[in-house]
């Protein structure tokens, strides 16, 4: 018979992702039983995660677990897991930006640090990463405030702003920002040829590419990067030979596997115009770059 948990959870939007925050303390003590509960939880694997809390990408598929920190310079431990979508695997490599930004509140919400009056400082340890990230949450009444009027595109509406710090985020491999020792490296890609890549660690382990490397133009919405099956092998392909390169794993393809977060992929190039997912037009003089990037093979 299958073993049954009861498992409190919260569901936070953080930044463009959505995730699942528990606490340490209702996991597991043995943490080899996690990858099979998370699994369980977010529906893994099924592309449409029906029989959980997923949402089908892996944007909303993450979770943040949390406990009370010993360190000096935290006030909580956080452990980021990415629970893949459509496949067996839980992955519990670097971190996820927009995920952090929920640890704050939900921290706060669950008495781990006081509210205060105005703002309130909530020190973070990433344990995926060892890195220590400070956020300020807007705080009255010694509750969270949720409600404001700042936007981000790819999320409908407006929301409270929520301001991280990372420290001294470069290494989290341990072999500093530049892991290879270059700012460039040639990747010689089966069927493309060499292609210039910047590995570089800086919160998470990413690969650059110029967009125009590839033929494109670093403004391509996700449906028409979703809708190539060639390019998205081409772009897992650069980023399995990046992710051998860093010794995370052994050949390319079974990065998807063995690594599937890191490095994330990412399109850079130089300003232009360009439309937002959810229909904003900006133009090229208001920003001082286009960037794509990829997350657990999707965009």
Known sequence: MEKVYKLPVTLLRGG???????????????RKEWDGLLLRLMGSPDKKQIDGLGGSQSVTSKVA???KSDRPDADVDYTFAQVSVDKAVVSYGGNCGNISSGVGPFAIEKKLVPALEGSTLVRIYNTN????????????????LYDGDFGIAGVPGTAAPLKLKFVDPAGTLGKGL????????????????????SLVDAANPLVFVKASDLGLTGTELPEAINGDPELLRLLETIRGLAAMKLGLCSTPEEAAWVTPG?????????????????????KGNQVDLVARMMSMQKP
């Open 129 to 144: 990463t060892g890195k220590v990230i400070q956020e300020e949450v807007p705080t009255a009444n010694g509750q969270v």
């Open 178 to 197: 530049l892991p290879t020792g270059n700012a460039v490296d040639l990747l010689e890609v089966p069927g493309h040829g060499s292609t210039e890549v």
């Open 16 to 30: 463009t992702s959505k995730g699942v925050y528990l606490l340490e303390k209702d996991l597991p003590a043995n």
């Open 262 to 282: 890191l490095p994330k992929m990412t399109l850079v190039a130089p300003p232009a115009d360009y439309t937002t997912s959810s229909g904003e037009a900006v």
């Open 65 to 67: 677990i949390l406990r």
